[in-house]
């Protein structure tokens, strides 16, 4: 029976979704909403059906600009936990000022949550909420001490965009109310220029 090369036929859909291990090497997709490329055995969510493009080599998927999952590693080189880390840490410190559940970072790396939060603490010591929060803070302080924007400003930018939020994490952190530490830290450095701290 002829079988166009790229179409997605039930017996690679039904593949898809019983992670067929037996098909490896034989065919692989890639999800048009997320531009990543998949084995047919990766145990990631199954994309809706109408966003699948089958490929016949990795290569060629590549070609077509999309990218290799980090879970099923369809290129064939392992990546190995470390690095992956590297790409996460990557992804949130440019992301923190926006809103990151676990599922949004678990689907931006092909990962499943459970799997990402548990490699994540292994190798960091510390969950990815936490690290995004002490990347919030780094930058808050950063900001308190650097610019004389008002608070609310430097909240919303760290990504805390709550006032009364943000200042309870802030002092869990240093110790300090938000205004309390801009204040310490210019006295400290014999500075007497007005600050706005509203
Ligand atoms: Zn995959």
């Known amino acids: 029976m002829y079988e166009p090369r790229h179409e997605l036929t039930e017996d690679k859909w039904e593949a898809i979704l019983n992670n067929d291990t037996s098909r490896d090497g034989t065919f692989f997709y890639a999800v048009a909403t997320t531009g990543?490329?998949?084995?047919?055995?990766?145990?990631?969510?199954?994309?809706?059906?109408?966003?699948?493009?089958?490929?016949?080599?990795?290569?060629?998927?590549?070609?077509?600009?999309?990218?290799?999952?980090?879970?099923?590693?369809?290129?064939?080189?392992?990546?190995?936990?470390?690095?992956?880390?590297?790409?996460?840490?990557?992804?949130?410190?440019?992301?923190?000022?926006?809103?990151?559940?676990l599922q949004r970072l678990a689907d931006q790396t092909h990962s499943s949550p459970y799997h990402l939060q548990r490699t994540f603490k292994r190798i960091k010591g510390i969950t990815p909420a936490e690290y995004i929060q002490e990347k919030r803070m780094d930058y808050a302080m950063h900001e308190l001490l650097t610019t004389h924007d008002p608070i609310l400003d430097i909240a919303v930018r760290s990504g805390i965009p709550n006032a009364a939020h943000f200042a309870t994490t802030f002092q869990k952190r240093t110790g300090l109310s938000p205004s309390a530490y801009r204040k310490k830290h210019i006295m400290d450095k014999g500075e007497d220029d007005e600050i706005e701290t509203k």
Do not use: N, Y
């Open 36 to 101: 990543i490329f998949c084995r047919p055995s990766c145990k990631s969510r199954p994309p809706l059906k109408e966003h699948v493009r089958i490929f016949d080599h990795a290569f060629e998927a590549m070609e077509a600009a999309f990218r290799p999952c980090k879970r099923c590693k369809p290129d064939g080189l392992r990546l190995p936990d470390e690095e992956w880390m590297i790409q996460i840490i990557q992804w949130i410190d440019h992301h923190f000022a926006e809103s990151i559940t």
